[in-house]
């Protein structure tokens, strides 16, 4: 999922980049200033977004990283008492 967001990311910013070229040959200074700035800004917030789900991710693999730890310690438990003698 988190791929995919990023791939996304990086295709709209080529488009973007693209859609500049071609503009470019047809205005003037100041109109390809404010449509630069325009693209710089939602490449930006793009990239902002993309850190808060790189961010976010990393916490969920953490969280998960500790889950299998605790679940590796219960198997290892469970295996333990399985090897004891039944008590009388």
Same mark, same amino acid.
């Given at each position: 999922m988190h791929r995919s967001y990023v791939d996304k990311i &990086?295709? #709209?910013? &080529?488009? $973007?980049? +693209?859609?500049l070229h071609k503009m470019r &040959?047809?205005?003037n200074l100041e109109e390809f200033e404010s449509q %630069?700035?325009?693209?710089?800004?939602? %490449? $930006?917030? #793009?990239l902002h977004t993309a850190s808060?789900?790189?961010g976010?991710?990393?916490? #969920?693999?953490?969280e998960t990283g500790k889950s299998l730890q605790v679940l590796g310690q219960l198997i290892e438990t469970f295996i333990e008492q #399985? +090897?004891?003698?039944p008590s009388r």
């Open positions: &990086l295709v #709209q910013s &080529l488009s $973007l980049y +693209k859609k &040959l047809n205005m %630069t700035r325009e693209t710089i800004e939602q %490449t $930006l917030n #793009q808060v789900l790189v976010q991710l990393e916490i #969920q693999i953490a #399985q +090897k004891q003698p």
